[in-house]
């Protein structure tokens, strides 16, 4: 029997659990290397680092010369400030005009910190947000793709592994497992060892199915063969780990696109607190009243 599959993707997954222990080696550098830069973008600088580092090999930790000591002091204090709110201030005059902006406007941080790509930095004094949005279309185009990722991230897990898809040169696809075959993926005419032995259930099944009677036969003949048993149970271990990296893949892909969602409703709960409230106009004097008091 000859089981059709996705070779190219089983054939890398089994590569990579050759070379497990060297891949694991490769991905921690490129984790921590991808962590530093995350930090350095964020934070705008590696002072911290360079501080510990100078400490590790005996240096002094602050400087005698008390101007020195505030410029590093104020130089530690913008970097923690990026950090943690991931705001790209460089002096502590935009901290302190960003602090009196978002007081001023009763502004969320959080809304802030997820919409920041939105929000225009460059004059300090006069933050504002980009001229860029979302429309309701594209909104419910985002919607429905999240949704779609994650039905696609939870189907390959929990419907495709169990069963190895396969076929006949003259028979359609069916799924099969170490115990039972189904001749469609939500049939209720499955294949076992115990219908392997009744003749006339297996003809019926045949004609229902439109699926060769002899192919049925090999399939009933490969649950009696240890070997065949072992290879398939392989193969199906193999089709678990090519789903589970599919899903993590169309996951990764689903907190993407929830995390621009978000960013796009964040930047519009700071535009509405950033609206200009309607001033009231000067009533106008009354025709027989004169104006002057």
Not at 83 to 108: C, D, H, Y
């Amino acid at each position: 029997m000859e089981l059709q599959e996705s070779q190219n993707i089983l054939t890398a997954i089994n590569w990579t659990l050759t070379n497990l222990p060297a891949l694991a080696s490769i991905v921690y550098a490129i984790a921590f290397s991808a962590f530093l830069l995350y930090v350095y973008k964020r934070a705008g600088s590696m002072h911290f680092l360079r501080d510990r580092i100078w400490r590790l090999m005996g240096g002094k930790s602050d400087f005698y010369i008390p101007d020195l000591q505030k410029l590093k002091l104020e130089a530690r204090e913008i970097e923690h400030f990026r950090f943690e709110f991931g705001v790209p201030a460089r002096t502590i005059l935009e901290i302190q005009q960003f602090e009196s902006w978002i007081k001023t406007n009763n502004l969320s941080l959080k809304d802030i910190a997820t919409a920041r790509e939105y929000i225009d930095w460059g004059n300090y004094e006069k933050l504002k947000l980009k001229d860029k949005n979302l429309g309701k279309i594209e909104k419910a185009f985002t919607t429905l793709g999240i949704t779609f990722l994650t039905l696609a991230a939870l189907s390959f897990w929990a419907v495709t592994p169990n069963y190895l898809m396969a076929s006949f040169d003259d028979s359609p696809y069916f799924y099969i497992s170490t115990k039972e075959t189904k001749l469609t993926i939500f049939g209720e005419n499955n294949i076992n060892r115990i219908i392997c032995e009744d003749e006339t259930a297996l003809i019926t099944i045949s004609k229902n199915n439109e699926f060769p009677l002899q192919r049925i036969k090999v399939i009933c003949e490969a649950y009696s063969d240890d070997k065949q048993l072992a290879s398939l149970a392989k193969k199906i271990k193999e089709q678990r780990t090519a789903a589970l990296s599919l899903s993590i893949f169309f996951a990764l892909v689903m907190i993407y696109f929830a995390r621009e969602s978000a960013k796009v409703y964040a930047a519009q709960r700071l535009r509405e607190n950033l609206k200009p409230e309607k001033q009231e106009l000067p009533e106008r004097p009354q025709k027989n009243q004169s104006p002057l008091v």
